[in-house]
């Protein structure tokens, strides 16, 4: 028996290069599952154009007239949020392996599994990993995209570590996704002279922003950006990355031991055999995906929508991307934690958890 996967994926729009991305690493979890046994994964896919109205569609779509075994979500947090909005509505299951915002989880959906850290979290480590740099650093600056539930989740996050380790909070500032000019939230920065700096927006706003940070001479302890978890960062800055430091939900050089499925280096052979150049995480999740759904296959029995809700939430067990383990009422991921990375010399650095850091964080960042 074939088992129908389906999702929703960007390949066109503004989140068109993570959306490329998770597809691969779909495509490239099938081919390994169809390589162990033949024509037991088939995957289908619709360009969502990185548009919420058409993300509903296709998930509908998939839903009622594929009528796929497995919903996979797409890659993004407001076009899972459209997803699980329709996988709710008929009653299927839709693993989330691309959406981090918290929202999705406070909707009361049932029928959601989380294969990420929610956003909140991804920064978890940062101040405590700053207070242990710089036990002198006290204040923060948070600089967030004024729409999109992403953006705010990571900074209220930041914005409670804070309070919580004594550190302040001397600025809390918005801008808007389409700006190409940042020189007044510069001059804020200026003026506040923050020991760390957050910055949260679409890839191109962290890209923007990170460039003309450096570029005015601002100096701080730590500059965070999200996007500098993936090596786009790195390609558009070039030698201005350095130093900046990034959440990354993976890494090959993490070493999870897996319990289940292959290892990290047998699923960086299958994406380098399928010619991926570099692997960011948004491929791994969406290959773990691929690994929490056959465990939980296995377990169930079937593909039953009920069953594999079932078994998802009694499960916990280690893949290549690290601890699975969720949360039984809202399908939250609550048994990973996210990775601090640094750009040194020209390539990433884990610098957070201490038990898979690779070095120390380099300091101050200006």
């Known amino acids: 028996m074939t088992l129908v996967v389906g999702m929703p994926a960007s390949l066109s729009g503004q989140f068109q290069a993570q959306g490329r991305q998770a597809l691969a690493g779909v495509q490239a979890w099938a081919r390994d599952a169809n390589a162990a046994t033949p024509d037991s994964v088939r995957v289908i896919y619709y360009d969502d154009a990185s548009d919420r109205s058409t993300v509903r569609k296709i998930t509908r779509r998939l839903i009622v007239d594929d009528q796929v075994d497995i919903l996979f979500g797409p890659y993004s947090s407001v076009l899972t949020s459209a997803a699980a909005q329709i996988a709710e509505e008929h009653g299927k299951l839709l693993w989330n392996h691309g959406g981090a915002s918290d929202k999705v989880y406070r909707q009361g959906y049932r029928w959601i599994v989380g294969i990420l850290t929610p956003a909140s979290q991804y920064l978890a480590g940062l101040l405590p990993l700053v207070r242990q ?139 380098r055999r399928a010619g991926e150049p570099h692997v960011d995480y948004p491929t791994a999740q969406a290959y773990a995906a691929g690994v929490v759904v056959q465990a939980c296959l296995a377990d169930a029995g079937s593909a039953d929508n009920q069953a594999l809700r079932e078994s998802a939430t009694r499960l916990r067990f280690s893949t290549f991307y690290g601890e699975f383990q969720i949360d039984g009422e809202t399908g939250r991921q609550v048994g990973r934690e996210t990775l601090l990375v640094q750009w040194q010399g020209g390539r990433k650095v884990i610098v957070w958890p201490p038990q898979l850091a690779q070095g120390a964080l380099a300091y101050p960042w200006r």
């Not at 004024?146 to 380790?165: I, N, Q, Y």
């Not at 939230?185 to 003026?191: F, G, I, N, R, S």
Request: hydrophobic residues 45%; contains cysteine; aromatic residues 6%.
């Open 133 to 271: 740099t710089d036990p002198t650093a006290s204040a923060v600056a948070l600089i967030r995209a004024s729409t999109g539930e992403f953006p705010k989740d990571v900074c209220s996050g930041v914005a409670a570590e804070a309070k919580a380790l004594g550190f302040r909070t001397v600025l809390s500032t918005e801008f808007e996704a389409a700006t190409d000019d940042f020189s007044g939230v510069v001059a804020e920065l200026k003026a506040a002279r923050p020991d760390v700096v957050v910055i949260v927006g679409r890839v191109q706003n962290d890209l923007r922003l990170a460039r003309q940070l450096v570029e005015s001479g601002v100096n701080a302890g730590t500059a965070v950006a999200v996007a500098a978890g993936i090596q786009a960062f790195q390609d558009d800055l070039g030698s201005l990355a350095e130093r900046f430091v990034g959440p990354s939900q993976w890494e090959p050089e993490a070493y999870f031991e897996p319990d289940i499925g292959p290892s990290t280096q047998q699923v960086m052979a299958s994406l």
